[in-house]
């Protein structure tokens, strides 16, 4: 158990459709990181924050949105959901906000049908 | 982008022998991490070597880094059933902008 909660671990959503994605870090951590996996485009960075603001931007979608509250939890929301975006959503934390390792969650499972 | 790619995109070896995976990247870094994934589940970290660093073990694991030829190599000796997973390698970049970014991965099979 990495201490990184996810939640929900499964979700199933129609197309056009809005969802929030909810990620606890480790206790101690002041970063989390997004990732989405999907078998084609393997694992991709989409956002991370660090003690509640944005410190870096990878390959996120302006349909999808994240944030980090002042407890540390952080959101991914993701808005229009088409075909596409079904994948595994990762969250991850570090105590750090670079050049450490980082701890993932199980990972949200989302299907769009 | 992916920052990290990986060779073989895929390896089926024999329990009991070493495996040897293999990692590129393009930019500079400030260190590399391997990580596992079990089918479906999250990543577990499993090393990380910094950008100073030419060498390192743990338990059964070898990581080497080579920064002249941007390249990494990940050896897990007398390899067991369990050892059964996508490895990933992942680049902490330098600078500013730093992200840690990851490869696509290989996966392992050994063979009972």
């Known amino acids: 158990d990495s201490g990184v909660t996810q939640t929900p671990k499964h979700l199933i959503t129609a197309t056009g459709q809005r969802v929030t994605l909810r990620c606890s870090p480790r206790?101690?951590?002041?970063?989390v990181y997004w990732y989405q996996q999907s078998l084609d485009q393997g694992l991709q960075f989409l956002i991370q924050y660090y003690n509640g603001e944005e410190r870096a931007k990878g390959n996120i979608l302006e349909r999808f949105s994240a944030q980090q509250f002042p407890d540390l939890h952080s959101e991914l929301n993701l808005s229009s959901l088409e075909l596409g975006d079904s994948a595994l959503y990762f969250c991850?934390?570090?105590?750090?906000?670079?050049?450490?390792?980082?701890?993932f969650g199980q990972g949200t499972r989302l299907t769009v049908v | 982008s992916q920052q990290g790619e990986e060779d073989p995109q895929a390896l089926s070896i024999q329990e009991g022998e070493n495996a040897t995976m293999n990692c590129s990247y393009k930019t500079s870094i400030n260190n590399l991490q391997w990580y596992r994934q079990n089918s479906g589940r999250g990543l577990v970290h499993l090393i990380l070597?910094?950008?100073?660093?030419r060498e390192k073990h743990s338990g059964r694991l070898r990581v080497t880094l080579d920064t002249s030829k941007k390249s990494s190599s990940l050896l897990i000796t007398a390899s067991r059933a369990a050892d059964t997973a996508s490895y990933f390698c992942a680049t902490f970049t330098s600078g500013a902008n730093s992200k840690l970014t990851f490869g696509k991965g290989i996966t392992l099979s050994v063979r009972p």
């Open positions: 206790s101690g951590d002041l970063s």
């Open positions: 991850a934390s570090s105590v750090q906000a670079v050049y450490t390792e980082a701890f």
């Open positions: 070597i910094r950008s100073n660093e």
